[in-house]
């Protein structure tokens, strides 16, 4: 799952990929500046959809709904474990 902390590294990553200032961006995206600098910095708690959507498009990406990856159960890494620890014995 994406967290709005990952979203503004990604985000600060492709903005200076493109050699982009944040003031520039924001203007572009017609964010305010101090929300932006927020956001990159997570200093931020939430964010609307809409000025999300308005970053990415002003730096060609795009926001992307999939099926969330099932995380173990305890069980699952406890058997992995003893799993594990098996084959540290065999040898």
Request: glycine letters at 8%.
């Amino acid at each position: 799952m994406q967290t709005l902390t990952s979203i503004g590294k990604a985000i600060a990553a492709r903005r200076k990929q493109l050699g982009l200032s944040q003031a520039a961006l924001s203007k572009q995206a017609k964010i305010g500046h101090s929300t932006f600098d927020a956001l990159e910095n997570s200093r931020i708690g939430e964010l609307g959809t809409t000025k999300i959507i308005k970053l990415l498009s002003a730096l060609g990406l795009e926001l992307k709904i999939q099926e969330a990856a099932s995380r173990p159960t305890l069980e699952e890494l406890m058997e992995e474990d003893r799993d594990d620890q098996g084959l540290d014995r065999q040898r």
